[in-house]
């Protein structure tokens, strides 16, 4: 009689163990088996309460012209994802193509393709989200990364599956690298 009770308990515990693992297992594919690629950052400065300390980031990349797009502007809406290719050029990466379906990209060498999703639309550009704009921190260093991206001399360092998702493997800032 027992073991009827705690059957729904112990499926609840194991669906979540299973959320949980997949999610973590994603992550870990797209560091391991992922294209490194190289993107300066933009910053920005808060805490979460349950991860501790990070910094927001922002990249040059994050704000699109219409000039990049095989299609019109108006097709897109607030939310649709989309795939960025962008080449890879350390001072100023170049935003070549933007796709809606990841099967359009042409694969040109030294680009990659990245994952985003519409954040928001102004007239002739749009500002897309990739999921790499958040870095976790130790405690009491945001200072000293916020100076340093500041200064605009900080990078981070993504691994990117084939997917076109990405995976903040660590920011540097100078000479110092944040993992």
């Not at 995976?167 to 540097?172: A, F, P, T």
């Amino acid at each position: 009689m027992q073991s009827n009770k705690l059957k729904p308990f112990i499926i609840i515990i194991i669906f979540w163990m299973v959320i949980f693992s997949g999610y973590v297992g994603f992550k870990e594919y797209t560091l391991n088996q992922g294209k490194e690629f190289i993107l300066p950052v933009i910053p920005v400065d808060p805490s979460d309460l349950l991860r501790g300390d990070y910094v927001i980031l922002n990249y040059y990349i994050s704000r699109i012209k219409d000039d990049s797009f095989y299609f019109s502007l108006d097709e897109l809406k607030i939310g649709d994802t989309i795939y960025v290719q962008i080449y890879n050029n350390l001072s100023f990466p170049e935003t070549t193509y933007v796709y809606t379906e990841l099967n359009q990209v042409y694969n040109y060498p030294n680009s990659i393709v990245l994952k985003g999703r519409i954040q928001d639309r102004d007239g002739s550009s749009i500002s897309v989200s990739y999921n790499i704009e958040k870095f976790f921190i130790q405690r009491g260093t945001g200072g000293e990364i916020e100076e340093g991206i500041r200064n605009g001399n900080a990078f981070v360092k993504l691994s990117v599956d084939r997917f076109g998702n990405a995976v903040i493997k660590s920011l540097i800032i100078g000479e110092k690298i944040y993992e």
